[in-house]
Structure formats: C-alpha cells, structure tokens
C-alpha cells in the first residue's frame, strides 16, 4: 500500500471523542495476573496494534472490550457505556464492535450468507431481504461474492477469514477488533487478509489489532502498544515506537521480531 | 432463562466464576476513587448506559436461581399436601412403621432363612440379597461373554468374527423383557423332573430348576479359600516386584505366566496338602423333586440368562470399539522400535483400549443391576418384586417405591464409585 | 481425484493377469480362516459345529414347518408352527382393540410408517416440511385410534394395544423427552450453581433406578399427587414417566455433544451480540446434536425397546398382547415362534435404525451437508 499514508493521515482525521477507555484494568485467571493496571484510550477513527510476545495478556486486554471476558478491577468504557455486568450494556456494545478472531470461528454448519446474515437478522431484527444485500456488499466488498452459497469448511484459510471480516461488518460495526487474525494462515494467505484490512482502515474504521505482521503496522497504525508480562510497556506514535523506543523491553521484542 | 453473557465469565478458567460475582461487585464502587488520580488521559467521560439492576447478570443468575428452588420446593410442597390428603382419605397409613409388621407372604427363595411370620422390613433385605444375586453373577457372567465376544468381532478370523457378529446385533437390538420372557418361557416348558435333561452326568435340567453337583463341604476348603487369596495378593506383589526388578536389571519376568502359576497352584498344593478331599454332592431323583447338589431356581436361571445374554452383547461392542480405538499407528511404532507382540499388547494396546472400555461397562454394569428388576415379570423374588408385593398388601405406595429406588441408588452408587477408582488406575495421564 | 487409482495399474508393467476364481477363493481362505493354527482350529470348530446344527435348523424352521392349518397339524409336524402367527397374528399386533375395527389400526401405522420413511429421506430435512408432516401424521394417526369424530367409533385408550401402542408409546416418549432431555442439559452446563446442581440430581437420581420403578410411580403414586377430582390417563401417565426417563439419558448423550463444541464457536456468536437462547438454538446446538447423533440414536433405540416395560404393569403392547395369547393352553407350547415373531419386528426396527445413523454418520463425515 502507500508509504506516504500514515504519516499524513494520522495526525489529521482523528477527532476529540475517545471511544474506547481502559482505566486500571486489572484482571486475573485464578492467582494468575492476567492484566495489571491497564491504562488505553483510543479515539474514533484511531488504528491501534497492540503487540508484544505471547502471554503478554494483549489478547485478554481485547477480550475485555467486548467483554468476551470480564475485567475485575477498574474501568472499561466503549463508546460511552461502561461494561459491567449489565446485560444490556453489553448487548449494546457487542452490536457497535466487531470482533476477529485468530480460528476464524465461522459457523460451519451454516453456508457463508448465513453466517453473514445471522446476526443482522436475529440482533438487529432486519429482514431477510435487507440482510442478505448488506451481506453480498461486503461479501463483495472482500472480494469473495462468488463464494456466498458455499460452507465454510470449503473455503481456504484466508478465504475463510475474510468471511470472518465481512460478518462482522455486516452488524456495521462502529468499532472493529482482530485478535491475531493472521496467526493462523499459511503465509501465502495472509497478505489477501491484511490487504483487507488496510483497506479497512483507510475507510477510517476505529480499529484495535493485535498482531505480529509489523510491516501492516507501519503501514496503517496511528499508535503502537507494547505489552509484556500482563502490562502495557508502551504506547508510542509508529515512527517513534519503530526507530527509537523508549523501553529496553520494547527494543528487545523488536529486535527478536524484526531481525528475520 | 440464563442470561445472554453468562457463558462468557467462565471463559478463562472457569472456577472463578461464583466468586467473580461478587467481585465485580464491590469492585464496581471502590475501583472509582481510585482509578481517578492514577488516570493519565484526563478526558475522562462519565458513562451513560442502562443502570437497573434487573439488567445486572449477577442479579439475574441469583434470580433464576431463587425462582428455579422456589419452583422445586413450592411443588414438593404441593405434592406432599396433595398425597397426604389422598392417602388421609384412602386410610391408608404413611410411615415406616410397617416395616416391623408381619409380612405373611412366603418367599420362593432366598440365601437366607426366611419365613412368612418375618417382618416387611426384613423380606425386603432377603429382595435386596436376591437381587445382588442376580447382578453379581450377572456382571460376571456377561463380562466374560462379552469381553469373548468383543474380541471375536475383531478376530482375522472371518467366520469367528461375522458369528459373534450376528450374536451381537440380535440380542442387543431385542428388547431385554423379551430376552427374560423367553428365557423364563424356555425353563417353563423344560420337562418334569422324572424325565429331566441330563447335560452332563448329574447335572439335570428341569422346569424345576437346574441341579448341579457340588463338592461336599470339608475343613480343607477353608484353607484352599485362603490360599487363593494369598495367591492373588501374591501375584500382585509379584507383578509390582518384577516391574522394580525389570527396571534395575532389565530381565523381564514374565508376570501374567507366574500370577496364574500362583493364584492357580496355591491352592492347589493346599488341597493336595491337606490329602485332596474331594467327595461329590450328587443330586439325586427322591419322589418328585431333587435332593443334594446345587439347586437354581427356574426364575433364576431365566434371569441371569436373560440379562447376560442382553448386555453380553453390549459389552461386546465396547470392546471391539475399544480394541478398534487404538490408532494402528501405535503398533506399528511399538513395532518399529522391535516391542515383542506380548510387550505390544501390555503396554501399548491394552492402556490405552481399556481407558475407552471401562467408562461405558460400568455403565453397562449398572444397567444390568436395574434390568434385573424384570425379576418382578418372571416371578423371580427381587427387591421390585418383594417391593411390590409389601406395596399391594399395605398400599403404602409412596413408602415401598421409595425403597425400591433408594437401594438402587445406593447399589448404582456403590458401582459407579468402584468403577471410578478402577477408572482412575487404567486411565492414562497424558499430562 | 485421481488419488483413487491403484498404484499398480498407474504403473501397467507390473500389472500380472488377475488370479483365477479358484485360486482367488483359496487365497481368500488361507488369509481369513486358516492364518494361524488357532485360528484354523477355530475355524474347524465352529465349521463342524454349523454343520450339524444349521441343517438342523433349517429344517425346523423351513422345510418341516407348519405354515398354515391349526394346532393339530403343528402337534403332529416336527418342525417350527408358524401357523401359531398366522392364527394369533390379529391380538398380538393390535391386542384388545375391537376386531371390526382393526382396519383403523392397519391405516394409522402405514400413514406413521410413511412418515417415518420420509423423515429418513435427507430431501425433507427442512423444518418447513417436517413439521406440518409430523403434526399432521399425529393428528390423523390419533384420530383413527382414539375416534369420536368423523363417524367413527370411539376407542378408549386402555383397550388400545400391540403394535400400535409400543407405537404410540415410542413417539410419545421421543417427542416429549427430547425438548426436556435439551432443557436438563443446558442446565446441567449452567454455571450457576443452583440450576446446575438441581439438574444433576434430578438426572443423576432418575439414571440411578430402574425404569420400571419409574412406571410404579407413574400407575401407584402420581395419581396420589393430584388433588381429589382429578385424573390422568393411564396411558398419558406412563408416557409422562418414560419420557422424563429418556430424557435423562439423552442429556447426557447431549451434554457430551455439548462439550465438544469448540469454544470459539460461542465467542464468535457472542461478539456478534446473538443472546443466550439464540446462540445455542442457531450455533451450539445444531453443532452439539451433530456430534452426538450416534448417542442420540441409541437412545432412541433403546427408548424403543424399553417399552417393552410396560408389560409389569399391564398395558397392552406388542409384547403384553403376545404373553397374553400365549395363555391360550392349545396354543401355548408354540411360544417360541410366537415370541420369535415379536422379536424379529423389534429387531428390524432397532437394527434398520442403527444401520440408517451409521449411514448419516457416513454421510456428515463425507461433508455433505443437507
């Protein structure tokens, strides 16, 4: 994609209003730390890749924002609403973000529209008709239309995840969150992934990517966030966090990543 | 009705999610003062959204559960209300206090002395026995039948195989109440015991029953019982000591041969030791009926055929599927490493068939244990059908049911709780 | 897909002229029968043993049997009496059920039979055709049994019997235990406490008796639980206590399918915001019933032949209306075809309904979807 974007389009569209709000978030599994005062803001509009290496607690800190999992110390407010355990605020912040997955996670006992038009149907109450033209745009939109009437065990791995992108899009997300999404492609079928994605947020799509492909982070990201042993290390503009970090941890994990 | 999210909190471990119930409560409130100051982004946005605590997941799981205990308890109670009403004007009584009543009705066998001026409460033990007797046999019985059978289904040999085959799919996809019925039928129609079928000599087979010889008591069987005993203790230790023995020397011992030599020759030698007594009690023809020997009853022998010959079946499907379960690969890498066929079978094949076996017996186990209850159709003197005489002599319903199925229970519990621990010795621990 | 061609004909120099028939039978033979000497001793065995016994039973059971004519003919025949079927056919298949009204019977097991066939054809698997196919199968099955309207003679249910009974009582068993056998294991999976625990007991206790203590409670005791006035039918009872007791082992069998389901299947139906019931009505449970469909359907077989149960306390099914007609003293000593009869048509049934689930298994496991 074009070099020159970043560093002209991230200064620029953000706006002022902060959609996602970390405050001290701490979390554990049984005596296990899994997250330890986790401080994040994100504004809309803002592309963030979260990275750092595995166990670092990265994917739990996404997990919590729609609450796949549930913090138990301090504050997460997604576009306004704080999760707790009500039910309702949940519900309605599940329908404003999206989220993708590393195993795709499609139905497999439903063909590729279905899986798209489920959601819409059931949560958004849409009729059939509507769902399933919102579910051939994006369909189209990843450039797999032709593959709507097949299941999902008959699509190739990146085939299958560009699936994944375009059912959550189907909800019209306001808020998109990828959790690994390329871990689990063959190398071949992960650019077809990350050409979407880039793609994605050059619509401007709020965005919070966990992931290890750093050349996509210097492409799209407005800010990086190095995370290690349940906590965030640092959080840096691209340019500096790549040329010049400020935490030795942070120029270790680089180091290791990048010298392949 | 379970709330939408609540999967979602058992999502990383799963044992913390009653106390991060509570947890997340209180945290609600104490993590605002805190969180304040530390805050590095100022911005900080007060959160609109719904508060009402109907929506709380925590609320609504405490409130489905009061309402489901509230359902059960409510409706236990009406029940009770309602049956003690009926029973008040039926005047039947409730209570155990018919337990020690006289009973009054003769019982056709029993292991232990028994007659009809015996209390309620002790005819139901003799059931009890009557029915552990049908079920141990029983148990014995059709694992070796079936354990045969399983293994002749996985024979190369094709005639051994497609004959246990076609045992298989017959019994198993006849109901076991025609298998008893026809059993009992069989034995019903077997001739009188003056012209009784002779298998074998001094063994008849009648529609009295089935007599076999036994051999007469003598002091010496005692000290055979113990030997065997010790033998088995024996060939445990020894099959623990040639393990310890293999693993510092590296000379194998071959522990099944020697086990058998000493469960087998123990007693044996006690029994050649003490002189070899042996002297037969032969059943003999005396008037109408036999005296001597071993009796079964005709009712018995249907039973534990029928219920045999039903999970029998079962029982062989398991095995095979067990035998079946064990990826060829495995062979061929105990193979590949130069493993001896017997080595293969012992360690490779053998733990890891009988960690699929062994679940699904015991369940076939215990449902031998409930289908012997068919002993009530056939005339067999069961717990059901003892149960069911107290209950239309009494009419105390709620009372002789309630036994019935507080001994299957236990027996049921019994089982499974043996099987666990036999379960928790053969299953492997892959980490 | 050409990986299904034989190595050897890939390569045509090494293809040898295939074996004669004769020597392929040997080969055959040596390879199945003969491979060891145990196995070739067993093989002898069981050889000698057909032998002497299969002609011996074929003649019993074919060519000296007695097909038709009365019981002195089967007294003075050495072979089987299948003439007792041909003369007790009608009480053993519909029991006490009036005879002038048999053709009713005859009628409503085709209907249920047919849709029984079709609910086994993959080209109905659609909700939009079963489910009026099945409400309108019990509607007019029940209709022609119990009668009372459109002219016909009103039957009361404790003089239905045989085979359209073990029929009825099979349906209702499946058809009321399988949303409660859903119910109990979701419960069961609950992670909270009370639900779940409530669950366990009430499944663990009812898989720990016998059913036929089930059906005691169902005849002796549930009448005591109503109030004074108020009564169920025997038969409706029965089904009641049969259901519930199905149910409880079918969520086991669904609690395992359950399990299995990967748990990113629910994440990702979460994050897209389905609620609790929508999740495991559209993801979880198409998938959990897919897994464990071999379960399921032993189950059901098994709910087939325990109703045979019923016989302990006196309702007339297939097998209650054989015993009973085998009372008949002129007839009695032919039991054994009689209860061979009844036993082959448990056995079609049960065994037709393992081999169509082995099918399915193989179809699901080919990928086809439906």
Same mark, same amino acid.
């Given at each position: 994609?074009?070099?020159?974007?970043?560093?002209?389009?991230?200064?620029?569209?953000?706006?002022?209003?902060?959609?996602?709000?970390?405050?001290?978030?701490?979390?554990?599994?049984?005596?296990?730390?899994?997250?330890?005062?986790?401080?994040?803001?994100?504004?809309?509009?803002?592309?963030?890749?979260?990275?750092?290496?595995?166990?670092?607690?990265?994917?739990?800190?996404?997990?919590?924002?729609?609450?796949?999992?549930?913090?138990?110390?301090?504050?997460?407010?997604?576009?306004?609403?704080?999760?707790?355990?009500?039910?309702?605020?949940?519900?309605?912040?599940?329908?404003?973000?999206?989220?993708?997955?590393?195993?795709?996670?499609?139905?497999?006992?439903?063909?590729?529209?279905?899986?798209?038009?489920?959601?819409?149907?059931?949560?958004?109450?849409?009729?059939?008709?509507?769902?399933?033209?919102?579910?051939?745009?994006?369909?189209?939109?990843?450039?797999?239309?032709?593959?709507?009437?097949?299941?999902?065990?008959?699509?190739?791995?990146?085939?299958?995840?560009?699936?994944?992108?375009?059912?959550?899009?189907?909800?019209?997300?306001?808020?998109?969150?990828?959790?690994?999404?390329?871990?689990?492609?063959?190398?071949?079928?992960?650019?077809?992934?990350?050409?979407?994605?880039?793609?994605?947020?050059?619509?401007?799509?709020?965005?919070?990517?966990?992931?290890?492909?750093?050349?996509?982070?210097?492409?799209?990201?407005?800010?990086?966030?190095?995370?290690?042993?349940?906590?965030?290390?640092?959080?840096?503009?691209?340019?500096?966090?790549?040329?010049?970090?400020?935490?030795?941890?942070?120029?270790?994990?680089?180091?290791?990543?990048?010298?392949? | 009705?379970?709330?939408?999210?609540?999967?979602?909190?058992?999502?990383?471990?799963?044992?913390?999610?009653?106390?991060?119930?509570?947890?997340?409560?209180?945290?609600?409130?104490?993590?605002?003062?805190?969180?304040?100051?530390?805050?590095?982004?100022?911005?900080?946005?007060?959160?609109?959204?719904?508060?009402?605590? =109907?929506?709380?997941?925590?609320?609504?799981?405490?409130?489905?559960?009061?309402?489901?205990?509230?359902?059960?308890?409510?409706?236990?109670?009406?029940?009770?209300?309602?049956?003690?009403?009926?029973?008040?004007?039926?005047?039947?009584?409730?209570?155990?206090?018919?337990?020690?009543?006289?009973?009054?009705?003769?019982?056709?066998?029993?292991?232990?002395?028994?007659?009809?001026?015996?209390?309620?409460?002790?005819?139901?033990?003799?059931?009890?026995?009557?029915?552990?007797?049908?079920?141990?046999?029983?148990?014995?019985?059709?694992?070796?039948? *079936?354990?045969?059978?399983?293994?002749?289904?996985?024979?190369?040999?094709?005639?051994?195989?497609?004959?246990?085959?076609?045992?298989?799919?017959?019994?198993?996809?006849?109901?076991?109440?025609?298998?008893?019925? =026809?059993?009992?039928?069989?034995?019903?129609?077997?001739?009188?015991?003056?012209?009784?079928?002779?298998?074998?000599?001094?063994? =008849?087979?009648?529609?009295?029953?089935?007599? =076999?010889?036994?051999?007469?008591?003598?002091?010496?069987?005692?000290?055979?019982?113990?030997?065997?005993?010790?033998?088995?203790?024996?060939?445990?230790?020894?099959?623990?000591?040639?393990?310890?023995?293999?693993?510092?020397?590296?000379?194998?011992?071959? &522990?099944?041969?020697? *086990?058998?030599?000493?469960?087998?020759?123990?007693?044996?030698?006690?029994?050649?030791?003490?002189?070899?007594?042996?002297?037969?009690?032969?059943?003999?023809?005396?008037?109408?009926?036999?005296?001597?020997?071993?009796?079964?009853?005709?009712?018995?022998?249907?039973?534990?055929?029928?219920?045999?010959?039903?999970?029998?079946?079962?029982?062989?499907?398991?095995?095979?599927? *067990?035998?079946?379960?064990?990826?060829?690969?495995?062979?061929?890498?105990?193979?590949?490493?130069?493993?001896?066929?017997?080595?293969?079978?012992?360690?490779?094949?053998?733990?890891?068939?009988?960690?699929?076996?062994?679940?699904? &017996?015991?369940?076939?186990?215990?449902?031998?244990?409930?289908?012997?209850?068919?002993?009530?159709?056939?005339?067999?003197?069961?717990?059901?059908?003892?149960?069911? &005489?107290?209950?239309?002599?009494? *009419?105390?319903?709620?009372?002789?049911?309630?036994?019935?199925?507080?001994?299957?229970?236990?027996?049921?519990?019994?089982?499974?709780?043996?099987?666990?621990?036999?379960?928790?010795?053969?299953?492997?621990?892959?980490? | 897909?050409?990986?299904?061609?034989?190595?050897?004909?890939?390569?045509?120099?090494?293809?040898?002229?295939?074996?004669?028939?004769?020597?392929?039978?040997?080969?055959?033979?040596?390879?199945?029968?003969?491979?060891?000497?145990?196995?070739?001793?067993?093989?002898?065995?069981?050889?000698?043993? !057909?032998?002497?016994?299969?002609?011996?039973?074929?003649?019993?059971?074919?060519?000296?049997?007695?097909?038709?004519?009365?019981?002195?003919?089967?007294?003075?025949?050495?072979?089987?009496?299948?003439?007792?079927?041909?003369?007790?056919?009608?009480?053993?298949?519909?029991?006490?059920?009036?005879?002038?009204?048999?053709?009713?019977? +005859?009628?409503?097991?085709?209907?249920?039979?047919?849709?029984?066939?079709?609910?086994?054809?993959?080209?109905?698997?659609?909700?939009?055709?079963?489910?009026?196919?099945?409400?309108?199968?019990?509607?007019?099955?029940?209709?022609?049994?119990?009668?009372?309207?459109?002219?016909?003679?009103?039957?009361?249910?404790?003089?239905?019997?045989?085979?359209?009974?073990?029929?009825?009582?099979?349906?209702?068993?499946?058809?009321?235990?399988?949303?409660?056998?859903?119910?109990?294991?979701?419960?069961?999976?609950?992670?909270?406490?009370?639900?779940?625990?409530?669950?366990?007991?009430?499944?663990?206790?009812?898989?720990?008796?016998?059913?036929?203590?089930?059906?005691?409670?169902?005849?002796?005791?549930?009448?005591?639980?109503?109030?004074?006035?108020?009564?169920?039918?025997?038969?409706?009872?029965?089904?009641?206590?049969?259901?519930?007791?199905?149910?409880?082992?079918?969520?086991?069998?669904?609690?395992?399918?359950?399990?299995?389901?990967?748990?990113?299947?629910?994440?990702?139906?979460?994050?897209?915001? !389905?609620?609790?019931?929508?999740?495991?009505?559209?993801?979880? !449970?198409?998938?959990? !019933?897919?897994?464990?469909?071999?379960?399921?359907?032993?189950?059901?077989?098994?709910?087939?032949?325990?109703?045979?149960?019923?016989?302990?306390?006196?309702?007339?099914?297939?097998?209650?209306?054989?015993?009973?007609?085998?009372?008949?003293?002129?007839?009695? +000593?032919?039991?054994?075809?009689?209860?061979?009869?009844?036993?082959?048509?448990?056995?079609?049934?049960?065994?037709?309904?393992?081999?169509?689930?082995?099918?399915?298994?193989?179809?699901?496991?080919?990928?086809?979807?439906?």
């Amino acid at each position: 994609m074009n070099e020159q974007q970043p560093a002209d389009a991230a200064a620029d569209p953000l706006g002022d209003e902060t959609v996602i709000q970390l405050i001290d978030v701490n979390k554990w599994y049984g005596n296990f730390q899994a997250l330890r005062d986790v401080n994040v803001s994100v504004k809309r509009g803002e592309r963030v890749v979260v990275c750092g290496p595995s166990g670092s607690g990265k994917s739990t800190m996404i997990r919590c924002i729609n609450r796949l999992e549930a913090h138990q110390k301090g504050q997460i407010i997604v576009d306004g609403i704080e999760l707790t355990d009500n039910l309702k605020n949940i519900e309605a912040i599940r329908s404003e973000v999206g989220m993708v997955f590393q195993s795709f996670n499609l139905f497999p006992h439903m063909q590729v529209i279905d899986n798209l038009t489920l959601a819409p149907m059931l949560v958004r109450k849409m009729p059939k008709a509507d769902a399933e033209a919102i579910a051939m745009k994006y369909l189209e939109r990843v450039q797999i239309p032709e593959q709507a009437y097949k299941y999902p065990g008959q699509l190739s791995g990146g085939q299958q995840q560009r699936v994944a992108i375009a059912r959550s899009l189907c909800m019209q997300p306001r808020i998109m969150l990828f959790d690994e999404p390329t871990s689990a492609l063959d190398p071949e079928m992960i650019k077809e992934v990350l050409d979407v994605m880039v793609e994605l947020a050059d619509e401007g799509m709020t965005m919070m990517v966990v992931t290890h492909e750093m050349g996509f982070a210097k492409t799209v990201a407005d800010t990086m966030i190095f995370m290690d042993d349940a906590e965030i290390v640092e959080i840096a503009k691209p340019d500096v966090f790549f040329t010049n970090p400020e935490s030795e941890r942070t120029q270790l994990f680089l180091n290791q990543i990048l010298t392949h | 009705m379970i709330s939408a999210a609540v999967p979602l909190s058992c999502a990383g471990g799963g044992d913390f999610s009653l106390i991060h119930f509570f947890l997340l409560s209180d945290n609600m409130a104490s993590s605002e003062d805190s969180a304040t100051e530390k805050l590095t982004a100022p911005d900080r946005v007060t959160p609109k959204g719904d508060t009402s605590i =109907f929506n709380s997941m925590a609320f609504r799981g405490i409130a489905y559960q009061v309402l489901l205990a509230a359902f059960v308890i409510l409706g236990g109670l009406y029940l009770y209300i309602n049956v003690n009403a009926n029973l008040e004007r039926q005047g039947i009584a409730t209570g155990w206090s018919f337990f020690n009543e006289n009973a009054g009705f003769d019982i056709g066998e029993s292991p232990i002395e028994y007659d009809s001026e015996d209390s309620y409460g002790f005819a139901l033990w003799v059931g009890v026995l009557n029915t552990l007797r049908v079920a141990f046999v029983g148990i014995i019985l059709a694992t070796i039948l *079936g354990v045969f059978m399983g293994i002749a289904r996985t024979s190369r040999n094709w005639l051994l195989s497609k004959v246990a085959n076609v045992y298989v799919e017959i019994c198993r996809n006849v109901p076991v109440v025609l298998h008893v019925l =026809f059993w009992a039928t069989v034995v019903r129609f077997l001739p009188h015991p003056k012209q009784a079928i002779t298998p074998f000599d001094g063994a =008849f087979l009648m529609n009295r029953g089935i007599v =076999f010889p036994i051999p007469n008591e003598h002091p010496a069987y005692i000290w055979v019982g113990v030997a065997f005993v010790l033998g088995v203790i024996g060939a445990i230790f020894l099959g623990r000591w040639a393990q310890r023995w293999r693993e510092m020397t590296g000379q194998y011992i071959p &522990t099944f041969l020697w *086990g058998c030599v000493i469960v087998i020759g123990l007693p044996l030698a006690a029994w050649l030791v003490q002189g070899a007594p042996l002297t037969w009690n032969v059943p003999a023809l005396r008037g109408f009926n036999f005296q001597g020997g071993m009796a079964l009853s005709p009712e018995y022998a249907a039973l534990v055929v029928g219920v045999t010959v039903y999970t029998a079946a079962f029982i062989a499907e398991i095995v095979r599927a *067990g035998i079946q379960s064990v990826p060829h690969g495995q062979i061929e890498a105990a193979r590949a490493l130069g493993l001896r066929p017997r080595f293969i079978m012992h360690y490779v094949t053998m733990p890891q068939a009988l960690r699929v076996i062994v679940p699904p &017996t015991a369940s076939q186990y215990l449902s031998l244990t409930k289908n012997s209850s068919l002993g009530v159709l056939i005339g067999y003197p069961d717990l059901v059908n003892i149960g069911n &005489t107290t209950l239309n002599q009494t *009419g105390q319903a709620v009372e002789a049911i309630a036994i019935m199925m507080i001994v299957y229970l236990s027996i049921s519990l019994a089982i499974s709780t043996f099987m666990n621990l036999y379960n928790r010795l053969v299953a492997i621990k892959e980490r | 897909m050409n990986d299904t061609t034989p190595s050897a004909a890939a390569n045509p120099r090494h293809t040898a002229p295939p074996p004669t028939e004769r020597v392929a039978m040997l080969r055959w033979m040596r390879e199945n029968l003969f491979n060891s000497p145990i196995n070739s001793m067993i093989t002898v065995i069981i050889a000698l043993f !057909l032998v002497f016994a299969l002609p011996d039973f074929i003649q019993w059971a074919l060519f000296q049997s007695v097909w038709s004519g009365d019981h002195e003919a089967c007294r003075a025949a050495t072979g089987a009496c299948w003439a007792v079927v041909g003369e007790k056919h009608r009480p053993m298949l519909f029991g006490v059920y009036p005879y002038d009204q048999h053709w009713r019977l +005859i009628l409503a097991l085709v209907i249920y039979l047919s849709v029984i066939a079709a609910t086994m054809t993959p080209a109905f698997w659609k909700v939009k055709i079963l489910m009026p196919l099945w409400i309108f199968n019990l509607i007019v099955t029940l209709i022609l049994m119990w009668g009372g309207v459109l002219g016909l003679q009103p039957i009361e249910t404790s003089q239905w019997g045989g085979l359209p009974l073990t029929m009825v009582l099979f349906t209702g068993t499946v058809v009321f235990g399988s949303p409660l056998a859903v119910l109990l294991a979701l419960g069961r999976r609950s992670h909270l406490p009370g639900i779940k625990s409530i669950c366990v007991v009430f499944i663990e206790s009812l898989r720990g008796v016998p059913l036929i203590t089930i059906l005691f409670v169902a005849v002796n005791v549930f009448p005591l639980f109503l109030p004074e006035g108020l009564e169920f039918d025997k038969l409706l009872r029965v089904m009641a206590g049969m259901a519930i007791f199905f149910a409880c082992y079918q969520a086991e069998v669904i609690r395992g399918g359950l399990q299995a389901v990967p748990r990113g299947q629910i994440e990702a139906a979460e994050a897209l915001g !389905l609620s609790y019931w929508q999740l495991m009505r559209r993801i979880v !449970l198409p998938q959990a !019933l897919r897994i464990c469909l071999p379960g399921l359907v032993n189950h059901i077989i098994a709910a087939f032949k325990n109703t045979s149960f019923v016989l302990i306390i006196g309702l007339f099914d297939i097998l209650t209306a054989t015993t009973a007609v085998m009372e008949d003293p002129v007839w009695r +000593i032919f039991f054994v075809e009689a209860y061979l009869f009844v036993a082959l048509i448990y056995f079609v049934f049960c065994f037709a309904l393992s081999k169509y689930s082995q099918l399915v298994e193989r179809w699901l496991g080919e990928g086809r979807r439906f």
